[in-house]
């Protein structure tokens, strides 16, 4: 079935750092999605792209969406505190389905 | 505005008992969710619903089955528990008329399960 893989699986960084987390499909994605969950919390939906090679920015995070519409990039800028968390990314598994990464653990140090 | 209402958010059982967890949305939404948290492994899917009075298997089922009681609730029931389930679940819905058919999940806040 369809798979997601995500990279790193842990990212540790001094805070102001920049960070970045990858995510990988065999297949071609119609979209992929990105959530944040905090420690001890539960997965929050962050933003979609659907576009090949779009572009979306919050703030500091910047999103990517392959040309080929088989990977994605979430990049931090200038990391803080609040940052603190897992990022997943998720793709379409078919009929309303949805299909994650394993999720990149990301601490900062102060 | 709830959104999406998970119960109990704790509990420990013992190998061979059973129990239920309830979910319950707010949202109106069509499709229901249960997922499972282990460490390394990300959210796999359980069981979902994708309307009222259907659900179908992802991909861990085993051991597991669910029931879409209505529009708004969708609960999970293991028979007999194991400890390789013991795990974090949550449970999510989504309205699925996002652009290209995506579906954006609103989750609940999990249950703790602990299997001895």
């Known amino acids: 079935g369809q798979q997601v893989m995500q990279i790193p699986q842990y990212q540790h960084v001094q805070e102001g750092e920049d960070f970045t987390t990858y995510c990988n499909s065999s297949?071609?994605?119609?979209?992929i999605q990105w959530y944040k969950q905090r420690p001890g919390g539960h997965p929050v939906f962050l933003i979609q792209?659907?576009?090949?090679?779009e572009v979306k920015k919050q703030k500091r995070l910047t999103f990517q969406f392959g040309e080929a519409k088989k990977n994605s990039s979430l990049h931090i800028t200038a990391t803080q505190t609040t940052d603190v968390g897992t990022y997943f990314c998720?793709?379409?598994?078919?009929?309303?389905?949805?299909?994650f990464g394993q999720g990149t653990r990301l601490t900062i140090n102060p | 505005n709830a959104g999406v209402t998970q119960t109990p958010k704790f509990q420990v059982l013992k190998t061979g008992q059973s129990m239920t967890l309830q979910c319950a949305q707010d949202?109106?939404?069509?499709?229901m969710y249960w997922y499972r948290q282990d460490p390394g492994m990300g959210l796999r899917l359980i069981y979902y619903?994708?309307?009222?009075?259907?659900?179908d298997k992802g991909e861990v089922p085993n051991g597991y089955n669910v029931s879409r009681l209505n529009k708004r609730e969708f609960s999970l029931r293991l028979e007999s528990a194991a400890p390789s389930q013991t795990s974090v679940y949550f449970c999510?819905?989504?309205?699925?008329?996002?652009?290209?058919?995506?579906?954006?999940?609103?989750f609940g806040a999990g249950s703790r399960l602990t299997v001895l």
């Open positions: 949202m109106n939404h069509n499709s």
């Open positions: 619903s994708a309307s009222e009075g259907t659900t």
């Open positions: 999510a819905s989504s309205d699925d008329r996002g652009p290209s058919g995506a579906n954006v999940l609103t």
């Open positions: 297949t071609t994605l119609s979209n």
């Open positions: 792209l659907v576009k090949s090679g």
């Open positions: 998720a793709g379409p598994g078919g009929a309303q389905k949805l299909v």
